[in-house]
Nanobody, 118 residues
Framework: EVQLQASGGGLVQAGGSLRLSCAAS????????IAWFRQAPGKGRVGVSC????????HYIDPVKGRFTISSDNAKKTVYLQMNSLKPEDTAVYYC???????????WGQGTLVTVSS
């Protein structure tokens, strides 16, 4: 059974940092791209960052470039999203997802709420 367990959300002041974790199980980790999506209140779900496990290459949407860093730990089968210099507009439920391509998920994890106060 494929499982993606997201954690690490919380309440932080603007300018602060959080690290999200996505623990994967039930599939061959190296075969998939792992992405983080977010859904702000009243808005649709959008891709934020992605790591191609086989290549190690990464992608970020423009609003988070230079502030967010995606990485993975092979031994732990976990993907991280380090979020620095957080802004109120980063407030959202963050989801991790796995698929054969970036932002093309076949599997979703549950969300973790990130709230950035001004």
């Amino acid at each position: 059974e494929v499982q993606l367990q997201a954690s690490g959300g919380g309440l932080v002041q603007a300018g602060g940092s959080l690290r999200l974790s996505c623990a994967a199980s039930g599939f061959t980790f190296d075969d998939y791209a792992i992405a983080w999506f977010r859904q702000a209140p009243g808005k649709g779900r959008v891709g934020v960052s992605c790591i191609l496990r086989g290549h190690g290459s990464t992608h970020y949407i423009d609003p988070v470039k230079g502030r967010f860093t995606i990485s993975s730990d092979n031994a732990k089968k976990t993907v991280y999203l380090q979020m620095n210099s957080l802004k109120p507009e980063d407030t959202a439920v963050y989801y991790c997802a796995a698929g054969y391509g970036c932002y093309d998920p076949g599997y979703w994890g549950q969300g973790t709420l990130v709230t950035v106060s001004s």
